[in-house]
């Protein structure tokens, strides 16, 4: 290389830019391009085509845009033209975009260039101009009337729209038998079909006096040691079902049709999209990534940069790409917004769900970039598919010279990337330890850790080692398990009951399918391990939920601070829809209480979301009732939410409050309406294969347990005007229309709103809540302190407060019919009802108790609030929901909030 630079003709520079002088004129910035033309001498290759095509490189650059829509346009003269006819002028056209594009991208005589993607993209849209172009006159020159029957997909770069200036291309061709189309002796078609494979293979890679096409390559297709070029699509879709590895899963990420019989490629992709896209979170995907990774990516840890290779080495372009692949195959089965081919648009998209952080796409897409100028400018060089950097100084001569920047440069950015790419994708699973702990025989080694039963946690991981269950039945589970072992009993020790949490973990075990998936996740993120412990050893209630359903688990990777969205459910039978309300229901609780738990998910929306979720649930079911049934009536029909979902503060395990009102006409009565009730009530509440969804209390309908399950809107209106009692009131003011038929809701929401904003004497308000309380002492008398529901002061009193100031102001201000406690509040102070100063003291206290309901329900999942049997982990774990210090000092501010709230009350109703 250094006699050849050394013997290099200034006459040959000098020509190359004097014949070019007219075009300059043309350009954008002629003096970019003048530079260009002097720095594309240091490429053998761009030297070869300014010699040879300087005529069409002229032309070109006077409207490059226009040129390379030429030059991506098929002719359709080649139908009639012989195969190497086209070859030759494919050839031809190969160059001269080369040379186009490389002038464009380096020479920067364009404003604005064009960006990387713009760029492979043209490369790869020329590769399947190519091979349809070749696809189709071989087809012809076979005896088929079209290419019907034969699809060629574009693997990798191609696939991606990403492809290199001197990549190969990656292909696989598929066919259909049953769609081929000939003129004649159909008997000979999949002779024939492989025929056109072959000469393919010839038409795309045999060089000329023009050059070449494209080097192909057809290694990733099914079996590539025992099938031949073309796969037929039953056979291609049986592998992957069967026999498809992880690898093919990331190679499939990027396929897409580029020539043939495209609604073929499209029945083939449906058919294989649950082997791409599974709807489960994929954790074993993590696990064959690194593998792979391991198997492919090349270290290098030295302060120089002299021939590495910037694709294959740690933190380069395939360590990118592994990254961001490995995300994609885990979520992209559950966000389809994340079933993207282009890397870079992928990382977007990966940032956008909030599975990498935002910073992320910027970081690792200047890596990118800058990987594949470097990559571009080592195969422009000689046109090589080359991705090393120079190793002599005369080869760092000729590189630097063509990317117009300097070596030092070069190497300090390079470092910095590679340091970037590493530190973000570096795969944790690697840093755990992994050899067998020979600590695992040793029960000393249990007590220290401080298990109370070292012998009983040591026969625990002996069933699970030994394959006692299905998910570690397998050689590679144990195997993963047995890298895992210390690390998880070291999590599970620093709970607060260990030997509690790793019995509930070994139930969690037992009940699962498989275990690759699930130990491959820990290994990758050791703080969702210990995520895990936590709710083990300090959530008995999500313990349960995820022993009786493991798939739960995948929601403790959420890594949104929203809530889960609450979704209308597909009507369908009714007892497919009964089974879809209670995944969504049990899917929601699991999320928002582990949200909540770890502070992602406020006390508002963990009411939000389980309100809404019963809202939809209850519309679905009722529409699939009257779907199921045509003699249920479709008119007439409301139901109204009271309590807790009436004011949209449902948490887990919360009764539904309901009033079923009717409007039947004349000639019907009211039977069908009862029996829609009846039916709606046992959907509600009745256990099926997915377990329990809501018990529904009907006892503030008008005349309580004695009235009818279903009441006539105009009887319930003259209860009302008659007869109700006044605490009655008291509910109703909590009171919203959860579902009305169109003939009856307007009807509703008037007398609803007419009743809530009606005057009422205060006096007898304050008479009838200190009738009813002494009634509600002794049928719910406080379960201790903690029972923050029923005691003196509690969240019972505080509904009366707030009831009582609503009642007494809706009259004059409507909008606080649907108002927050503290809008409430500041409401009354404002009439005078209350001291100012008091306002913030009593919302507050409302929101402690209702923060220690919630977390109680959450961990521990019982109603009754004997908190001074709690076990450490929960009082630590609501000392931290209320934002005290410790459970000590929890205790004095519960105190405290009674307080405050008892004042109110006294204050209200008893001066």
């Known amino acids: 290389m250094v006699e050849e630079n050394s013997g290099r003709s200034m006459t040959n520079r000098d020509e190359t830019i004097s014949y070019s002088r007219d075009a300059l004129a043309a350009c954008v910035d002629a003096e970019r391009l003048a530079s260009w033309l002097t720095r594309a001498q240091s490429s053998r290759y761009l030297r070869k085509l300014l010699q040879r095509d300087v005529q069409a490189f002229k032309a070109a650059l006077r409207d490059p845009e226009a040129a390379i829509a030429s030059l991506l346009c ?119 079909v492989q025929r056109v494979m072959r000469h393919l293979v010839v038409f795309l890679e045999s060089p000329d006096a023009e050059g070449y096409i494209f080097r192909s390559d057809f290694r990733l297709r099914p079996d590539p040691s025992s099938m031949p070029l073309a796969v037929e699509v039953e056979a291609a879709v049986y592998y992957y079902e069967s026999m498809g590895l992880a690898w093919e899963r990331a190679a499939m990420l990027k396929a897409r049709a580029i020539a043939g019989d495209f609604a073929l490629a499209e029945i083939f992709f449906n058919r294989i999209k649950p082997f791409i896209w599974r709807r489960n979170l994929d954790y074993a995907s993590i696990d064959d990534i690194y593998v792979i990774r391991a198997r492919t990516l090349q270290s290098h840890h030295a302060a120089g940069v002299d021939g590495v290779n910037v694709k294959l080495v740690e933190g380069g372009i395939r360590e990118i790409e592994l990254f961001v692949q490995s995300l994609q195959l885990i979520w992209g089965g559950r966000i389809p917004s994340l ?52 190793k002599t100084s005369a080869e760092w001569q000729d590189f630097t010279s063509l990317l117009a920047e300097d070596t030092a440069s070069i190497r300090t950015k390079f470092l910095r990337h590679l340091e970037t790419v590493r530190s973000i994708c570096q795969p944790q699973s690697l840093t755990i330890e992994q050899s067998t702990p020979h600590s695992l025989e040793d029960i000393a080694w249990f007590e220290q850790l401080g298990y109370r039963d070292p012998a009983g946690v040591q026969a625990i991981t002996e069933r699970w080692l030994g394959g006692g269950y299905r998910v570690t039945a397998t050689e590679r589970a144990r195997r993963l398990l047995v890298r895992l072992l210390p690390e998880l009993l070291r999590a599970f020790a620093a709970t607060t009951t260990p030997d509690d949490a790793l019995q509930r973990m070994d139930q969690f075990l037992e009940a699962l399918p498989a275990g690759v998936q699930l130990f ?255 009634k509600i002492t002794e049928a719910f008398p406080p379960q201790g302190m903690w029972d923050v529901k029923h005691s003196y002061g509690g969240l019972m009193d505080a509904g009366f407060c707030t009831q009582y100031l609503q009642i007494c102001l809706s009259p004059e201000q409507p909008d606080l019919i649907e108002a927050s406690d503290g809008v409430i509040l500041e409401a009354g102070a404002a009439a005078g009802f209350l001291p100012e100063a008091d306002c913030a003291d009593v919302d507050a206290a409302i929101q402690l108790m209702m923060r220690l309901q919630a977390g ?29 210090k410790d459970f000590r000092a929890l205790e004095d501010r519960l105190r405290g909030s009674y307080r405050t709230v008892a004042q109110l009350y006294d204050h209200l109703f008893l001066t």
């Open 520 to 774: 491959s996740l820990f290994a990758a993120t050791p703080e969702l391990l210990r995520h895990c412990a936590d709710i083990m050893g300090n959530a008995p209630r999500m313990a349960r939920w995820l022993s009786r359903k493991p798939s739960l688990f995948e929601y403790l990777l959420q890594t949104s601070n929203e809530p889960l969205p609450v979704l209308p459910i597909a009507v369908q039978g009714l007892e497919e829809t009964l089974d879809q309300c209670r995944r969504l229901a049990h899917e929601v609780e699991f999320c928002t209480s582990v949200g909540f738990m770890a502070g992602k998910v406020t006390l508002e929306e963990l009411f939000q979301q389980h309100s809404q979720t019963a809202e939809v649930i209850i519309g679905q079911t009722l529409r699939a009732l009257r779907a199921g049934s045509p003699k249920l009536p479709k008119q007439g029909f409301a139901i109204l939410a009271l309590g807790k979902l009436g004011r949209r503060r449902l948490m887990p395990d919360s009764d539904l409050d309901l009033l079923f009102l009717s409007q039947p006409a004349a000639d019907v009565g009211n039977v069908p309406y009862v029996r829609l009730a009846q039916r709606l009530l046992s959907g509600l509440s009745v256990a099926t294969a997915e377990g329990h969804l809501y018990e529904v209390d009907l006892r503030l309908r008008p005349h309580g347990n004695a009235g009818a399950l279903c009441s006539q809107f105009s009887a319930v209106q003259k209860y009302y005007a008659e007869e109700a009692w006044l605490w009655e009131h008291y509910a109703l003011s909590q009171t919203r229309v959860l579902y009305a038929d169109s003939d009856l809701e307007p009807g509703i929401q008037d007398w609803l709103h007419e009743l809530q904003t009606r005057n009422h004497d205060p006096s007898a308000l304050r008479r009838a809540v200190l009738e009813m309380r002494p």
């Open 856 to 884: 109680v329900r959450v961990s521990g999942g019982s109603k009754t609030m004997r908190l001074e049997y709690a076990p450490p982990g929960q009082r630590r774990l609501l000392s931290r929901l209320a934002g005290s």
């Open 339 to 390: 079933q993207i081919k282009p890397t870079l648009e992928a990382l977007q998209a990966l940032a956008a769900a909030e599975i990498i952080g935002a910073a992320i796409p910027g970081q690792l897409g200047a890596a990118y970039r800058y990987y594949r100028c470097l990559e571009h400018t080592a195969q422009l060089l000689d046109d090589q598919q080359c991705h090393a950097l120079p």
């Open 74 to 192: 098929p002719d359709p003269a080649w139908q009639h033209e012989p195969s190497s006819t086209v070859a030759r002028i494919l050839r031809r056209r190969k160059r001269e975009l080369a040379l186009l594009l490389a002038t464009l991208d380096y020479g920067q005589i364009m404003h604005p260039a064009p960006d990387l993607m713009t760029l492979t993209g043209y490369l790869s849209d020329f590769a399947a101009l190519a091979v349809e172009a070749g696809l189709s006159c071989l087809m012809r020159e076979q005896g088929f009337v079209d290419h019907q029957g034969v699809v060629v997909l574009g693997m990798g770069k191609l696939g991606g729209r990403e492809l290199n200036y001197s990549s190969d291309i990656d292909l696989i061709v598929l066919y259909d038998r049953t769609r081929l189309t000939r003129e004649a002796d159909a008997g000979n078609n999949y002779r024939r």
